[in-house]
């Protein structure tokens, strides 16, 4: 069937050297001059000669065609429609309505403030951290997670990285911000459930509220003091929760009104939402302690002081009931024992002492309270 014609093959000019015999190539039987001029356009007289039927590129062309999605092996190119198609295959989690912050204020916190960052960013549009004087790596970690950061340089207090949240949400014109801790207590893919009636409009507070069973005993126990000080006469049973949501309403109503630098501001925040008549809501969240307590203060000081701030911040807000009122009282229960005193004098000649003292108990302390609280009210209507 095939003539064995042999062709020279001579080696390209920058690789002379290399080939040293001659090379066969078998050709198709063709008579006469219709073979020479097949081999004429077909065939190329040299091996370094490119061929004209182009097979590399044909060959690349079909490929792309038959699986377009297969990642390309040549340097430079990039798989645009297998990207397109991934991204498009993931739901988006943010709200194209509502821009949303998380903030979380931190002391010492790198162990989980990365995780926690990472999944915040999931769900919202911005994470910013509030370094609160830490003495670790926890305001480097939180940026390399993605976050924003803000330093106090010193210890300033729970209540002043509220603040510096405030002041960085309405500033930047976000319609609502989360807040949470950076211990890891918190979950943040419960971030939706806070956003949720803030996105339809049912509430401009809304509370985690923590199930008792999730807590230690000794937190349920200081959680119920501080929740009846916190809002008497409310129906919110966790107060002292720092994973809530504020809309912007409610982000102005806190940013010029909470004085409280401690661990007391969510419950000032809770009293400014009583004042200011703004919808307060609770969601059920999930709170992980575990074998372990992450708080950087020690529970029993940490609800004295919290009882304390509770108890100067409503002397502050309302003085004559808090102070004029009891001091009123105190002083009618004085001059009762006075007039007892003096009658037992009168009648017998002898001084009867346990009245005096009583009168001088009561009397004294319940006079001082009521000037007190006269005055704390006089200035409280000045600032006004």
């Known amino acids: 069937m095939y003539d064995k014609d042999p062709v020279r093959a001579r080696p390209p000019a920058h690789v002379e050297g290399w080939f040293a015999e001659e090379t066969t190539v078998p050709l198709p039987q063709y008579i006469g001059a219709e073979r020479d001029r097949w081999i004429e356009r077909h065939v190329p007289r040299s091996i370094g000669q490119e061929s004209p039927i182009g097979i590399p590129a044909l060959r690349y062309e079909v490929q792309e065609q038959v699986n377009p999605l297969r ?3 040549a340097p430079g190119n990039r798989r645009v429609v297998s990207e397109t198609a991934e991204t498009a295959a993931i739901p988006s989690r943010r709200s194209s309505v509502m821009r949303t912050l998380v903030a979380i204020p931190c002391f010492d916190e790198e162990v989980a403030i990365g995780s926690v960052v990472l999944r915040a960013r999931q769900h919202v549009d911005e994470v910013l951290v509030i370094d609160d004087g830490c003495t670790d790596n926890t305001a480097k970690v939180a940026r390399d997670a993605g976050a924003a ?27 609502c911000l989360v807040l949470m801790d950076g211990d890891g207590q918190h979950n943040p893919g419960e971030i939706p459930l806070l956003v949720e009636p803030i996105l339809t409009d049912t509430a401009d507070l809304v509370i985690g509220f923590r199930a008792f069973n999730q807590m230690p005993f000794y937190r349920r126990f200081g959680r119920a003091v501080l929740d009846i000080a916190s809002s008497p006469g409310s129906s919110i049973t966790d107060s002292q929760c720092g994973f809530r949501a504020l809309n912007r309403k409610t982000m102005e109503s806190m940013l010029g009104t909470l004085r409280k630098d401690d661990f007391s501001t969510e419950s000032e925040m809770l009293r400014i939402a009583q004042e200011k008549h703004l919808r307060i809501g609770e969601t059920p969240i999930n709170c992980k ?73 009561l009397l004294i302390p319940g006079t001082v309270a009521l000037m007190l609280g006269l005055m704390l009210a006089l200035i409280a209507r000045i600032r006004e």
């Open 71 to 73: 990642t390309p092996t």
């Open 149 to 175: 950061v803000i330093s106090h340089g010193t210890q300033k207090g729970k209540g002043q990285g509220i603040k510096s949240a405030l002041k960085y949400a309405v500033d930047r014109n976000f319609d």
């Open 289 to 361: 302690y575990g074998d372990f307590d992450t708080s950087t203060k020690n529970p029993l000081s940490h609800g004295l002081e919290v009882l304390g701030s509770i108890f100067w911040l409503a002397v502050e807000r309302k003085p004559l009931l808090h102070i004029g009122l009891p001091g009123l009282v105190a002083m009618l229960g004085g001059v009762f024992f006075l007039f007892q005193f003096l009658q037992g004098f009168s009648e017998t000649g002898l001084v009867p002492i346990e009245q005096g003292m009583l009168a001088s108990f």
